[in-house]
Nanobody
């Protein structure tokens, strides 16, 4: 099983980034996909999640209206479009695949929002 995040980097406040998480080794379309983040000194928090077919999405209040999660089951990939970024969005972002008792994690990608 592999989950590989990409797309992180340094961006100015108000800017945008698109994270991708390419997966392999499991039946992607059967798993709920989630994005988490962890800032220095803070606990990991759930940012967004998307249902198996992509019809249902949920967001943390802190990112609602700015972030959009999506998935492409043909490409086994989940995305996180992040707009209007703020310094408090700075964190390592992780993708997670979840189904019942199964859960897989990527290694994370750093997002830094700073001028």
């Amino acid at each position: 099983v592999q989950l590989m995040e990409s797309g992180g980097g340094l961006v100015q406040p108000g800017g945008s980034l698109r994270l991708s998480c390419a997966t392999s080794g499991f039946t992607f379309s059967s798993y709920v996909m989630r994005w988490y983040r962890q800032a220095p000194g803070k606990e990991r928090e759930l940012v967004a999640r998307i249902s198996t077919a992509g019809g249902t999405t949920n967001y943390a209040d802190s990112v609602l209206g700015r972030f959009t999660i999506s998935r492409d089951n043909a490409k086994n990939t989940v995305y996180l479009q992040m707009n209007k970024l703020k310094p408090e969005d700075t964190a390592v972002y992780y993708c997670n695949a979840f189904r019942g008792f199964d859960a897989y994690w990527g290694q994370g990608t750093q997002v830094t929002v700073s001028s």
